[in-house]
T-cell receptor, first 113, second 113 residues
């Protein structure tokens, strides 16, 4: 699986957009970008994933650069409950056979009032 | 759906004792994962089952750790004998056959004194 680089921590004001970057310069053509988050004292939670097109769901948007070497997770209107560690993971499709997730250190996002 | 159910939520034991952690995956999910999380090492994959068969146990620390999945609705992770360095949060996760998402339980906080 390709290596990812994320900032250790970020701050965001409540109600503003939170933009979390992830670098994955060694990503392969068949590797997807997955985002999970972990709220304190809970298990990780799936947010979104994508291959090359931008993706949006009820939780967030995922913007992947054209060269696919980096991506940004966008929480459009951050709330206090979005305070969590956000993990960016790059790997082949989860349903492609051997399918585990390797978590790095992630970005600690702190949303403040 | 109740999600992935883990028990107990908290376990405090003394060094040398046997510890058994339990997991009930989401009905219909055929892949099950055990992870361990510590401050020092983050989230580590211990073992991965597919259709009740262990596929990858390379993350199991040593012979003191064992995991079983006797049927599609139940898995155990056993530590015998337990040591203080085993203190961590242990998460179980499951995934449906063709799904892209892992669903995590709430974890078991293990303290070995």
């Amino acid at each position: 699986d390709a290596k990812t680089t994320q900032p250790t921590s970020m701050d965001c004001a409540e109600g503003r957009a939170a933009n979390l970057p992830c670098n994955h310069s060694t990503i392969s053509g068949n590797e997807y970008v997955y985002w999970y988050r972990q709220i304190h004292s809970q298990g990780p939670q799936y947010i979104i994933h994508g291959l090359k097109n931008n993706e949006t769901n009820e939780m967030a948007s995922l913007i992947i650069t054209e060269d696919r070497k980096s991506s940004t997770l966008i929480l459009p209107h951050a709330t206090l409950r979005d305070t969590a560690v956000y993990y960016c993971i790059v790997r082949v499709a989860m349903n492609s056979g051997y399918s585990t997730l390797t978590f790095g250190k992630g970005t600690m996002l702190l949303v403040s009032p | 759906d109740a999600g992935v159910i883990q028990s107990p939520r908290h376990e405090v034991t003394e060094m040398g004792q046997e510890v058994t952690l339990r997991c009930k995956p989401i009905s219909g999910h055929n892949s099950l994962f055990w992870y361990r999380q510590t401050m020092m090492r983050g989230l580590e994959l211990l073992i991965y089952f597919n259709n009740n068969v262990p596929i990858d146990d390379s993350g199991m620390p040593e012979d003191r750790f064992s995991a079983k999945m006797p049927n599609a609705s139940f898995s155990t992770l056993k530590i015998q004998p337990s040591e203080p360095r085993d203190s961590a949060v242990y998460f179980c996760a499951s995934r449906p056959t063709l799904g892209e998402k892992l669903f995590f339980g709430s974890g078991t906080q293990l303290s070995v004194l």
